[in-house]
């Protein structure tokens, strides 16, 4: 015969997984991002290379807003990439929040 689990120990089960699931959580969860982001753009003829320029144009506009530390383009949140034609090249956009991991920082 089969045995249905009490609600009170499903409960407890679930939230067992809730808890290591919040420890054991990705470095992404432990990053701080600020309030807007930018966009980066580029105009060129080759796609690939027009994307990393637009991408490098993203860090400029962090880095001279805030510092080097929130511009890498990895650890930003809401990040999306778009190329498009224009006038016989592409137009390429990258979109994103700056965010910083704060993982193994040590206090000052």
């Known amino acids: 015969m089969l045995r249905v689990p009490?609600?009170?120990?499903?409960?407890?089960a679930g939230f067992s997984v809730a808890v290591a699931l919040i420890l054991t959580s990705s470095p992404a969860a432990a990053a701080t991002c600020k309030p807007w982001g930018f966009v980066g753009q580029a105009v060129g003829a080759n796609q690939t290379q027009t994307?990393?320029?637009a991408r490098?144009?993203?860090a400029?506009?962090?880095t001279a807003?805030?510092?080097q530390s929130w511009a890498t383009w990895t650890q930003a949140a809401s990040r999306w990439e778009r190329c498009d034609p224009y006038r016989r090249q592409f137009r390429c956009l990258a979109n994103g929040v700056?965010?910083?991991?704060?993982?193994?920082l040590k206090a000052k």
Request: with cysteine; hydrophobic share 50%.
């Open 56 to 58: 490098a144009n993203w």
């Open 98 to 104: 700056p965010c910083k991991d704060e993982m193994g």
């Open 60 to 62: 400029a506009k962090v």
């Open 65 to 67: 807003q805030w510092d």
């Open 6 to 12: 009490s609600l009170k120990s499903a409960a407890a």
């Open 51 to 53: 994307m990393v320029l």
